[in-house]
């Protein structure tokens, strides 16, 4: 993996994941490509989860510098 891939923000990650998807519901991949492309797949998610925890996590420290102690969940209405 390059040091640009490794870096890549997290929209570059969720634009590289999609693309994926893409190409993988259209079926026309031979068997060990589809392999490769689950594999990055994979490997993207993981990146993009440690991407949010790493938001979520200053997230709070701010919330915490500011005096308040947690964050409030979205009212279900606001969920995607």
Known sequence: ?????ASASFEE?????????????????PLNKAL???????ALSRQG???LENAEQKVKILLNEQGEETL????ESEQP
């Open 13 to 29: 990650t969720l634009s590289e994941l999609e693309a994926i998807v893409n190409e993988m519901e259209n079926g026309d991949l």
């Open 72 to 75: 409030q969940s979205l009212p």
């Open 36 to 42: 490769e492309k689950f594999e990055r797949g994979i």
């Open 49 to 51: 989860q440690q991407s």
């Open 1 to 5: 993996m390059t040091t640009e891939k």
